[in-house]
């Protein structure tokens, strides 16, 4: 029954379409291919669509009173409710001159709209929701557009297409009325914009009406600064930001009387909250650069220099006369510890300015005090200063301004209620303020959402806070000393592990997640994301606060306690302390941090049967007191060589930084011998003991690279040599680790090197050998990404290197020889002889096994060169070239050196019959003209003809703005479901696309070179577009894409960057000739000749 009601719903689909196929006539000509393809896919055939389709392609009128037309017309109506447009009904057959009649003396309805939108008696949210409603139909009803009042309709039923239309409805009637109209209606928006219970979704569409307004060069005469505050009010930061540069300009253009310098700190708050924090450092400079502007508290603050805002805010308390400014620098002090996660002193700050403030103050205090108490473990605290803060209770729910980020919204009191109800044990209670919490983030969340999810993060780091609290009030009612409750609290831990692993890489979100879960489970429960949490601290500047977290770890203050307890704790820990200590970068630190390295390393090769978790060894690069540690590293456990490479890395950087200062001082270090090999020797043992981390190996690789290169440079080749094998060796290693876990993308710079190395120095016999074995450990797919580079070596002059490289292209074309087909293909086209024989041999090999792919292959390659340059374009531009050798440069021989293959082509074309029709109309055309003008190149004579028959093939070029498949390749016309995959589309371990056919015609883009837009349908349903280029070797742009993947990767691993959508488009790119190839389309993209050859496009668009 379903699915008979499916097909009579798609029937009635296409009867609708049919209808429609009528009103538009031959404009709905564009659309049969895609309903063509929808009808084939679900097998259904519509005789009056057949019908419909073959007039409209026979370019035939189509026939009215359509049997599907009559089958609409018998159902019965829909009842929708009455209005003015009954009056206007238009049938879709009607000739149309009396309907265009009513269309064209349509007249807006100047009172209706002024009552509609009155907005004097509005007051509570639901009095704006109906006025909403009401306005947006009556816009619609009385629109100019036909299109927008046959919506009116639909807007009665769905109110939501009313508001979607709202813009488009203003802004069609706004230009038809009279001044005095528009000036109601003006009041009337700044009545809505004014009043304090309009819902936020209805003055967003009132933001995105102004600005439709304003994009439509019609903007609406409401002062921006209005605008501009509503925006920041209801958190559309985007909208808010493009206000208040209007303004800035204006104060600095003297067009609008406002400070410029008042508005800087706006632009600095309003850049923060949409994380372009590079953007609020640039507003700052400019400011003081061009402002003469000093620096204030708040903008520290702003610009998230909380250590700067400390000191400016402690120096402005000291300095106060009066007890508001005392309040007043006090609670800037509170904001900056409170973000800087200094709880303790944040506490005691607290609990000295708690009582004495007024209530207002302690209001704004609450929710930062609430926090310090709960990180202290003081819940008696906390429960006063929560007691300040909303219940939740709808009756108290405060305005569109409080929310989570700002730190007073009632979602702050509901959950720390929550979780002071979790830590009392009354979970019924911490649930119902859970449900009231999430309530209040509803109404939060509404205007955010509108914007992006980015933005609306913080308040989503909420909502799994709430999730979470829920999650510790289940793991706390499990029951004890039962099986299954530990199964299920080990995966409630196993859950929140993979979870934040998921988050952003950021102190405030981590350690909002953290805080929950410490309810039930302690840091040193949960060692390892608490010192990830450390990390993400001292990484991002907040050095305190990643003391404080592996003091909690160490459960003792290293610098406070005694010599004899100074060290112990878990190493992983101590290391992380170590690190800590390092980063701080003061000389007494790190000297302290290198002994209690020396100490530790001791203390760990003594006590060889510790913990598992924990290495027992270490190596020593640098200082003989590490001299015993050879001889431990034999009893490292393999299972514990993660935390090696850490240390050694230490050592290393306390070397290079502390006993060697300066860069220029580096290559003292490596005077010395021994000291290279004892370092690498470190390295290899990391790898030996952590044989599966990529890591690991590649900063063996690379340190091993470092110095072959550095010795190399000073002419000691043969000692350089020595560690080319080691470097080939951990290269290999080192990808086939990168594979496993991150991927080849992320490998991309150790393929690289390790070509190098290879083709650098692969005629040695060891390095063959490393070589031969290293193909042999990595997956094959690895190739794939470097493919343009083996094959530009194929030819190498080294034989050694050249069978190697050949050896791994045949093992690649067994195993992908989809990908290995165009490349290949356009080496075989080199004008080298050992270029071409090496690459055409490899094309042999492959065919024993994909014989039909080569074939195909080499038929698609060829025909699309074939189209890329037409007979008329080769000549033509070996005319110019000709000229150019022969009046520029006096060259009779090079003129004539570009002449003759193209003579000789023209005369094989004319004695074959394997022309196309072009080519044939060119030898018709041509023929007799060239062959004279050659004659006289011959003689050494120029009769004038050369311009004459220049002229005429530049005529038949600018002609040529479309092309036939038929007549300029009808071998590619007859392409029917090759084996062959679609260019550029060819991934391992994804399945193939072949080319289904070509598409008949190719577009010429009117441009100096003419390239052709050409389509090819894939096996999959979809059409693939592409540039089909000549005149030009596309083989660097192939790297270039190269270059921007790399870029891409390095840009998504750094944490700077990562959360910046920063990342370069790529698209395929396809050389198929050293001069031409294919170059992917980007969907939803024009060419620029295209953007700039367009008319009527306002100038912003371009």
């Excluded at 101590?574 to 701080?584: H, K």
């Excluded at 390393?601 to 270490?618: F, K, R, V, W, Y």
């Excluded at 021989?893 to 082509?905: I, Q």
């Excluded at 080319?995 to 349908?1017: D, E, G, N, Y």
Aim: aromatic residues 8%; contains cysteine; proline residues 4%.
């Amino acid at each position: 029954m379903c699915f008979w009601k499916n097909d009579e719903l798609r029937k009635d689909a296409v009867d609708a379409l049919c209808c429609l196929a009528h009103a538009l006539g031959e404009d709905f000509t564009i659309f049969i291919p895609s309903i063509h393809k929808l009808l084939l896919k679900h097998r259904l055939r519509h005789k009056e669509f057949e019908e419909i389709e073959g007039r409209l392609q026979r370019r035939e009128p189509l026939i009215l009173g359509s049997t599907a037309a009559q089958r609409l017309s018998r159902r019965p109506p829909v009842e929708v409710i009455t209005d003015r447009l009954s009056d206007l009904e238009i049938d879709p057959y009607d000739d149309g001159s009396d309907v265009q009649k009513q269309l064209r003396s349509h007249q807006v309805n100047d009172s209706r709209l002024r009552n509609a939108g009155e907005a004097s008696q509005r007051s509570t949210k639901e009095d704006w929701a109906e006025w909403m409603r009401h306005f947006s139909i009556e816009l619609l009803k009385e629109s100019p557009s036909p299109a927008l009042r046959t919506c009116a309709r639909l807007a009665q039923l769905q109110p939501f297409v009313g508001r979607e239309l709202f813009a488009a409805g203003f802004v069609s009637c706004w230009a038809q009325l009279n001044e005095t109209s528009q000036k109601q209606l003006v009041r009337s928006l700044e009545m809505a914009f004014s009043s304090p219970n309009i819902p936020p979704e209805i003055l967003a569409t009132l933001l995105n009406l102004a600005e439709f307004m304003e994009h439509d060069e019609k903007p609406l005469p409401i002062d921006i600064r209005l605008l501009g505050a509503l925006a920041e009010k209801c958190r559309a930061f985007a909208k808010a930001l493009h206000y208040k540069e209007m303004e800035f300009e204006g104060a600095r253009s003297k067009k609008m009387d406002a400070n410029p310098v008042a508005v800087v700190e706006a632009l600095i708050h309003i850049n923060n909250q949409l994380h372009q924090h590079e953007a609020a450092v640039g507003i700052l400079t400019h400011a003081q650069q061009h402002l003469d502007v000093q620096l204030k508290e708040s903008w520290y603050e702003k610009l998230q220099r909380w250590d700067d805002a400390l000191k400016a805010y402690t120096a402005k308390a000291s300095q106060a006369s009066s007890s508001h400014l005392v309040l007043d620098a006090t609670l800037g002090r509170m904001r900056c510890l409170a973000a800087l996660a200094r709880w303790e002193e944040l506490n005691n700050l607290f609990k000295e300015y708690w009582t004495p403030a007024e209530p207002a103050a302690r209001l704004e205090m609450a929710p930062m005090a609430a926090n310090a108490a709960w990180n202290m473990g003081e819940w008696d605290q906390m429960a006063e200063y929560v007691s300040r803060l909303d219940d939740g209770d709808e009756t108290k729910l405060r305005g569109l301004g409080n929310t989570a980020a700002s730190g007073d919204g009632s979602s702050n009191g509901t959950f720390y209620r929550a979780v002071l109800l979790v830590r009392r044990g009354k979970y019924d209670e911490a649930r119902e303020y859970v449900e009231r919490a999430r309530k209040c983030l509803a109404t939060e969340l509404a205007a955010l959402v509108l914007e992006s999810y980015e933005r609306a993060y913080s308040n989503m780091v909420r909502v799994q806070q709430l999730s979470e609290l829920e999650e510790v009030i289940d793991y706390c009612t499990l029951p004890l000393g039962n099986t299954v409750a530990e199964g299920r609290r080990a995966l409630i831990r196993n859950m929140w592990n993979e979870r934040i692993q998921g988050a952003k890489r950021n102190v405030e979100v981590w350690q909002a997640l953290l805080a929950v879960r410490a309810l039930v489970l302690p840091p040193t429960e949960d060692v390892d994301t608490w010192l990830k949490f450390a990390s993400l601290c001292r990484k991002s500047g907040r050095i305190s606060q990643a003391r404080s977290t592996l003091v909690k770890l160490l459960q003792y203050d290293p610098e406070s306690s005694h010599e004899s307890v100074r060290y112990h704790g878990p190493p992983q820990v101590m290391l992380a302390y170590l690190e800590y200590q390092w980063s701080i970068g003061e000389d007494l630190k790190r000297k302290e941090a290198f002994a209690r390295l020396q100490n530790l390393a001791i203390e760990l090769s003594s006590a060889p049967s510790m913990q598992p978790d924990t290495p027992t060894g270490l190596m020593s690069c640098i200082s003989p007191v590490f001299h015993f540690l050879p001889a431990c590293i034999s009893d490292l456990d393999p299972g514990n060589g993660l935390f090696l490479l850490d240390w050694m890395m230490i050592l290393y950087k306390v070397f290079v930084a502390y006993f060697v200062p300066g860069l220029q001082m580096l290559s003292i270090f490596f005077d010395c011998f021994s000291f290279c090999i004892e370092i690498l020797a470190a390295f290899r043992n990391a790898t030996q003991y952590a044989n599966k981390w990529a890591r690991a190996w590649h900063t063996w690789a690379l340190f091993n690279t470092a110095v072959m290169s550095l010795y190399t440079v000073r002419g000691y080749a043969s000692v350089a040599s020595q560690f080319v094998v080691a470097a080939v060796t951990g290269y290999f290693h080192s990808i086939a680790c990168s594979a496993n876990t991150k991927g080849v993308d992320d490998s991309l710079q150790d393929i690289l090197r390790l070509l190098t190395l290879w083709f650098n120095h692969g005629a040695t016999e060891e390095v063959q050998m490393a070589l031969q074995t290293g193909f042999a450990h990595v997956n094959i797919n690895t190739w794939l990404v470097v493919l343009p580079q083996i094959i530009a070596r194929i030819h190498s002059n080294n034989r050694a290197v050249r069978e190697l490289i050949q050896s791994l292209l045949v093992r690649i074309g067994q195993s992908h020889p989809q990908a290995l087909m165009y490349p290949l293909l356009v080496a075989c086209k080199s004008i080298s002889n050992l270029r071409r024989a090496a690459a055409q041999e490899v094309v042999d090999k492959v065919r024993q096994h994909s014989g039909v792919l080569v074939d195909q292959a080499q038929l698609v390659s060829k025909e699309l060169i074939r189209v890329a340059i037409l007979w008329h374009e080769m000549w033509h531009e070996a005319l110019e070239e000709a000229s150019r050798l022969y009046f520029g440069e006096h060259n009779i021989e090079g003129m004539l050196k570009v002449l003759e293959p193209l003579h000789e082509m023209l005369e094989e074309g004319a004695m074959n019959n394997n022309t196309t029709i072009k080519e044939r109309a060119f030898i018709e055309a041509y023929r007799h003209e060239l062959l004279e003008a050659y004659e006289c190149c011959m003689k050494y004579k120029r009769t004038g003809k050369d311009a004459e028959l220049t002229q005429t093939i530049d005529k038949q070029l600018q002609s040529l703005t479309t092309l036939d498949l038929e007549s300029v390749s009808p071998e590619l016309l007859e392409c029917r479901n090759l084996e062959l995959a679609v260019p550029g589309t060819y991934r391992a371990e994804s399945p193939v696309v072949t080319i289904a056919s070509f598409a008949r015609q190719l577009v010429v883009i009117t441009s100096k070179q003419r390239p052709r837009k050409l389509t090819i349908h894939g096996s999959d349903g979809e059409d693939y577009a592409f540039l089909l280029k000549g005149h030009e070797d596309l083989r660097q742009d192939e790297r270039v894409m190269q270059l921007f993947g790399l870029v891409n990767t390095l840009l998504e691993n750094s944490r700077n960057t990562a959360e910046k959508d920063l990342s370069i488009q790529r698209y395929a790119v396809i050389p198929l000739s050293p001069n031409s190839g294919l170059i992917g389309w980007v969907p939803n993209c024009d060419t620029l000749h295209h953007s700039l050859g367009s008319t009527g496009m306002p100038e912003r668009s371009l």
